[in-house]
Nanobody, 120 residues
Framework: QVQLVESGGDLVQPGGSLRLSCAAS????????MGWYRQVPGNKRELVAV???????RYADFVKGRFTISRDNAKNTEYLQMNNLRPEDTAVYYC??????????????WGQGTQVTVSS
């Protein structure tokens, strides 16, 4: 079983940047696909970005060119660099492990997420 802990969320102004972290414990995740979902209260959780073990990544259209997903295998940690943030990016962000870039059914329990609020 893998435990996932997200961090790095904050209140930021429109146009600002944040880097989210997802620390995995319980197993080495370097050979897995990992990625990020986000959820606004009352809405369905939506995929933001996913990256496989071969460095290929897939992004939702609404973040392309603004967000970058990466990983530090030595730290067993996945990152989401978010630039040029918009108010509509406000959400709780969650990470998880997936089967591959196209099958993003979460393989482990969701963590508590990290709140990102974009507001002036």
């Amino acid at each position: 079983q893998v435990q996932l802990v997200e961090s790095g969320g904050d209140l930021v102004q429109p146009g600002g940047s944040l880097r989210l972290s997802c620390a995995a414990s319980g197993s080495d995740v370097s050979s897995y696909s990992m990625g990020w979902y986000r959820q606004v209260p009352g809405n369905k959780r939506e995929l933001v970005a996913v990256r496989d073990e071969g460095h290929k990544a897939r992004y939702a259209d609404f973040v392309k060119g603004r967000f970058t997903i990466s990983r530090d295998n030595a730290k067993n940690t996945e990152y989401l660099q978010m630039n040029n943030l918009r108010p509509e990016d406000t959400a709780v962000y969650y990470c998880n492990v997936f089967s591959n870039l196209w099958n993003t059914t979460p393989r482990f329990a969701w963590g508590q997420g990290t709140q990102v609020t974009v507001s002036s």
